[in-house]
């Protein structure tokens, strides 16, 4: 399978390429770095940097553009589950692709910017986790 590539800024933020990327059915997780911290765990309050793609290639949310990271829980039912999923287990410090179909993203609803039925790839940095 075929994922999209990231590449990156001189200050680290993330663009993406959907050249030749194949839609996958299942959530898959690309660790593009291993991190050499401890690895997160579901419940944890977690501190990324991220941005959020649809498929199309439109960019929905970045904590990139706001210029600082973003801390949350990661807990079913305050996030989406391609996240919790994605990123339980993997060591802070990675640096991280997700493709997050509907079922483990936002379903059939729409979400803001982003429509029901979508497939949402992020890139995603795990700063910290507590």
């Known amino acids: 399978m075929s994922l999209p590539t990231i590449t990156r800024d001189a200050n680290g933020a993330?663009?993406?390429d959907f050249t030749g990327?194949?839609?996958?059915?299942a959530l898959?997780?690309?660790v593009l770095e291993t991190g050499d911290g401890p690895e997160v765990q579901e419940g944890q309050s977690i501190t990324?940097?991220?941005?959020g793609w649809l498929w199309?290639?439109?960019k929905f949310d970045a904590s990139w553009d706001r210029g600082e990271p973003i801390s949350f829980g990661l807990a079913r039912g305050s996030l989406i589950e391609g996240w919790v999923d994605g990123l339980a287990g993997v060591p802070v410090g990675s640096k991280v692709l997700l493709s997050v179909p509907p079922e483990k993203g936002h379903g059939q609803r729409s979400m803001g910017p982003i429509p029901g039925g979508s497939t949402l790839v992020f890139a995603i940095d795990i700063l910290a986790a507590q």
């Open 21 to 25: 990327a194949v839609k996958p059915d």
């Open 48 to 51: 990324v940097h991220y941005a």
């Open 14 to 16: 993330p663009s993406v």
């Open 56 to 58: 199309d290639g439109a």
């Open 28 to 30: 898959v997780v690309e």
